[in-house]
């Protein structure tokens, strides 16, 4: 069996994991399947033992098993092996460092699980990040509200607080797509996405706790103390299910580039409206018109007219591997993997193909399936040496299905940046190589 290894390659076993008369089985249907892979793995883990009989790292005791350790101290804040420093943010040539803003990518083709670690999560900056010292941050309710407040942040954490998890997706991730632009790997394709826990108080609470006109005020104004002065406006309705102002991600307090020492958090909402270094909440009754949100992160649309506040993140989902930049290394099986997510709830199934979107199988979902958070999905596939274009389809609790390129580029055009949520294909050539590549 294969599996995914740091540099971006698919390592082979010294095995193949199913044989001729196993493949059978497979076709025997789902029970065969079941069979066929365990008496496979039995078979693997039988030849394996002969082949490793002779092999110097079993029989030779490392250095590692002879001698001592290194003692806690040695390092204050844990950190991954050095023999992972390959797996980490990366930035694009051309699309970071521009006129103040930056961007870096999340290594969507190492990542296991759902949860992206803290240190791997995707950046998006307008203006730089800042070390903001909390001791002197300041978060300002105003508005619509029967008494303004000024809250430091221990008057936050003394609140009722929750921790929920979910996922923060850039409204231009994949954007690159819409022009036919094929970047090579998913951290390019897909990498503005992270998913976490965080933890803080619901904005709800501070609502009431302020005396919120739930009559009048229909919307809230969120705005961050970065240089860029980054305003974005969240209907009243959503600020009252599922926003959070939060000051922890992944069981520790936020990262400075991710926002320390207080964020929103907009679950399903595009990343640019979990507004960082929060200081300003603002209840009115009327979008706010920020420039954020009417001059930027609109859709340009086929006729020439701009839609405006497309926040929501729809239902969307990704290969990882095999992936582009990945090799299978030779014939047999492989787990093919990826993430599934939707903006209006959970994710219902995941269908997969081989062949080009022409036949379908539904994936297996992982626990837990959480509403706007991140899904892992796995399904077997034998790979029998044949060109193969790899595919997943999303399918939420609404009913949404994710869409071919073409038929968003039948509503939306083609000179769009944003909200890209179409089928990625994955091609697979004879050698094993695989790549980015469009299927209309």
């Known amino acids: 069996m294969s599996s995914p290894a740091r540099g971006g390659r698919l390592l082979s076993a010294p095995e193949h994991f ?39 790292a079993i029989l030779e005791l490392p250095e590692h098993s002879k ?22 943010r990366r930035e694009s040539p051309g699309l970071t460092r521009v006129s103040g803003a930056s961007v870096s990518f999340t290594p969507l083709q190492g990542l296991f699980g759902i949860i992206t670690p803290s240190g791997l999560h995707f950046e998006r900056h307008h203006q730089g990040w800042w070390d903001i010292d909390p001791a002197r941050h300041r978060l300002m309710v105003m508005g619509l509200v029967k008494e303004a407040r000024v809250y430091t942040m221990d008057d936050l954490m003394r609140l009722p607080a929750v921790s929920r998890m979910h996922f923060i997706e850039c409204g231009a991730n994949t954007g690159m797509e ?10 390019y394709t897909h990498g503005m996405l992270s998913c976490g826990e ?20 229909r919307f809230v104004l969120a705005e961050g103390a970065d240089g860029s002065g980054m305003t974005r406006t969240i209907a009243m309705e959503r600020a009252l299910d599922d926003v959070m102002v939060a000051w922890a991600m992944n069981g520790e307090m ?15 909402l595009q990343g640019v409206s979990w507004v960082k270094w929060l200081r300003r909440l603002k209840v009115g009754d009327q979008p706010f018109g920020a420039k954020d949100e009417v001059l930027h992160y609109v859709d340009l649309m086929p006729d020439g007219k701009l839609r405006q506040y497309t926040s929501i993140q729809e239902c969307k989902s990704v290969i990882t591997s095999p992936s582009g930049g990945q090799t299978l290394l030779d014939k047999g099986f492989y787990n093919v993997t990826g993430l599934a997510w939707s903006g209006r709830g959970r994710v219902k199934r995941v269908d997969v193909s081989f062949d080009g979107g022409r036949n379908w ?29 790899l ?8 009913g949404y299905v994710q869409p071919k390129i073409n038929q968003l580029r039948e509503m939306r055009g083609t000179r769009s940046v944003y909200h890209n949520n179409a089928i990625q294909s994955w091609k697979v050539s004879e050698d094993g190589e695989v790549a980015n590549a469009q299927v209309y």
């Open 18 to 56: 199913l044989d001729a008369r196993q493949i059978a089985a497979v076709q025997g249907g789902r029970r065969g399947f079941l069979r066929g892979a365990f008496a496979a793995a039995a078979a693997v883990a039988t030849k394996s033992a002969v082949a490793d009989a002779g092999d110097p």
């Open 67 to 88: 001698a001592l350790g290194q003692p806690v101290a040695a390092r204050g804040y844990g950190l991954p092996s050095q023999f992972e420093k390959n797996l980490q």
């Open 178 to 187: 819409w022009g036919n632009v094929s970047v090579p790997t998913v951290q």
């Open 198 to 217: 965080f933890t803080g108080v619901l904005l709800s609470t501070l609502l009431d706790h302020c005396g919120a006109d739930r009559a009048k005020g």
């Open 254 to 268: 936020l990262r400075p580039e991710n926002g320390y020492p207080l964020r929103l958090v907009a679950p399903g």
């Open 361 to 389: 199988r539904a994936a297996r979902l992982e626990r837990p399936v959480l509403p706007k958070c991140l899904v892992r999905f796995n399904i077997g596939w034998e790979w029998n040496g044949d060109p193969a274009i």
């Open 391 to 398: 595919q997943s389809r999303a399918i939420d609790d609404t």
